[in-house]
């Protein structure tokens, strides 16, 4: 499978069978546009125009947008519901969790998710190869909060998202907070904005990296 970032918390992900999906497609509003992308399904974690983006979506795309199990030519995906903030939703809404399962690799995408790790958050979402995240705090996990959760689901990568980037107009903090976290050997920088991934590639022993696409 291939994983390309688009920006903010919007990814296409690809199975080798030629299955297109889109995560989050974004707003002009965020400081830059989103390319010209076709999809089979489009996920939406929740209704802000920084994640719902859909009409910039082409190819009559199946949409995704609320708590359920599907099936996209052969690409299993689930979603679960979580808080957009740390109080129960009351100040944000709701968030939709999505995992989706491509060439057998376990991809889970945490939409602008706001509240602490839980129990039943690592639950619903189980073992994971590639764990998307926010990391820029203010509407979404901070990254002390971000690093909680990928000790806790022990993902084989992660891949921060929702960040500030160059052209971002949003008030979220860089991605840098949460990179001190780590140790520098466990961070890789892609040239470029995506990454072929095989599942034999985590049979191996455990160990998180986090992979930074530098656009």
């Not at 009559?60 to 979580?82: C, M, Q, W």
């Not at 808080?83 to 129960?88: F, G, L």
């Not at 107009?169 to 890789?188: G, H, M, P, R």
Request: glycine share 8%; net charge negative.
């Amino acid at each position: 499978m291939n994983i390309k970032w688009l920006g903010h918390s919007c990814f296409v992900l690809t199975e080798s069978t030629g299955t297109v999906i889109v995560t989050d497609p974004y707003g002009k509003e965020v400081g830059f546009c989103m390319p010209p992308i076709s999809a089979d399904a489009v996920t939406v974690s929740h209704g802000h125009y920084d994640h719902n983006n859909i009409k910039a979506v082409g190819g009559k795309p199946i949409v995704l947008d609320s708590v359920g199990s599907y099936e996209v030519n052969g690409v299993h995906i689930a979603s679960f519901r979580t808080y957009h903030d740390d109080v129960n939703g009351k100040k944000r809404g709701e968030n939709n969790v999505f995992n989706y399962r491509l060439d057998g690799v376990d991809v889970c995408h945490l939409g602008d998710i706001g509240q602490p790790c839980s129990a039943r958050i690592c639950d619903a979402i189980g073992s994971v190869n590639v764990l998307l995240i926010p990391v820029g705090g203010n509407y979404t996990i901070d990254a002390e909060t971000a690093k909680d959760y990928v000790d806790k689901l022990m993902p084989d990568i992660v891949i921060p998202m929702h960040y500030k980037t160059e052209d971002c107009t949003i008030d979220i903090e860089d991605v840098d907070a949460f990179l001190d976290l780590f140790d520098e050997e466990d961070i890789t920088y892609i040239e470029g904005d995506s990454l072929d991934l095989d599942r034999t590639q985590f049979d191996g022993d455990y160990s998180t990296k986090v992979v930074v696409f530098r656009r």
